[in-house]
């Protein structure tokens, strides 16, 4: 997880970056799929044409997710080249996204502490606003989708920047290395289905209800909400681990939280 001030937006007026993301998110989404219903099993070796091959797709966008699930710790990188799949079960899971809910409070309650410059909150607002207009529709297309993933990155690095704490934002990047802890694990892995949208509404709010909090000087809400947001996605995570397709990337047996 990075954090440049000046990363993550959308580019909206060339088509052809548009259309690149959105092949980028489409193919972490699959891959997710896979690793998720246990298609790819623990250990299994992954090689970027072989995925191209099984998913239809252009070798950019199987290599950047590729890469970016190596960065957030669903595969490790082979010695020989490409990837194999990483090991977890359901309490590694759940309690890497407790352990990112639990810092990202901290920072908020941070930055609600400490203040935040009137240009790093404007640039939240900013965010938070392009989400809400991504959200209108009442059926997100895959664009809107993407778009959603690359905002809701952008809303995680800009909470870690408001604690104005180094320290705390090293260990949230820390943690987002660990299996489905990243801000898009949940996203991506309940993206179907016909409360979607709903969840991201929810989790939308939560986001403006923490940001209220911190301009408010409300700490200790402000901490409360962002580990009801990790809680949030334990919840649909779970729902996802569940569902009919569902076969767990699961060696140790552990079983989902109710």
């Known amino acids: 997880m990075k954090l440049p001030s000046d990363a993550g937006r959308l580019v909206y007026n060339t088509s052809s970056a548009e259309d690149g993301n959105n092949q980028t998110v489409r193919a972490l989404l699959r891959l997710r799929e896979l690793i998720l219903g246990g298609a790819l099993a623990p250990g299994e070796r ?51 996204i407790e352990l990112r809910g639990t810092l990202e409070g901290l920072a908020a309650r941070f930055a609600a502490e400490r ?24 059926r997100l297309s895959e664009a809107a989708f993407a778009g959603y993933v690359e905002e809701n990155t952008r809303f995680h690095e800009l909470l870690a920047l408001m604690s104005a704490s180094t320290l705390v934002q090293r260990q949230i990047a820390r943690a987002c290395t660990l299996p489905f802890a990243s801000p898009n694990g949940f996203v991506m892995a309940t993206h179907s289905g016909a409360r979607a949208r709903d969840r991201l509404v929810i989790a939308q709010a939560q986001h403006r209800a ?49």
Do not use: Y
């Open 46 to 96: 992954i090689t970027e044409l072989a995925m191209v091959e099984r998913l239809g797709m252009s070798r950019t966008p199987i290599r950047t997710a590729l890469v970016r699930l190596q960065e957030e710790g669903l595969l490790e990188g082979l010695p020989a080249g490409g990837f194999s799949v990483r090991a977890f079960g359901e309490s590694d899971i759940f309690d890497a």
């Open 210 to 258: 923490a940001v209220q909090a911190i301009g408010a000087g409300q700490g200790a809400r402000a901490e409360a909400l962002m580990q009801e947001h990790a809680r949030h996605a334990h919840h649909n995570l779970s729902e996802a681990r569940r569902g009919p397709a569902a076969q767990p990337n699961n060696p140790s047996g552990d079983r989902p939280t109710p």
């Open 115 to 138: 203040g935040v410059a009137p240009a790093l909150m404007q640039e939240m607002h900013g965010c938070l606003a392009r989400i809400d207009e991504l959200l209108t529709p009442q």
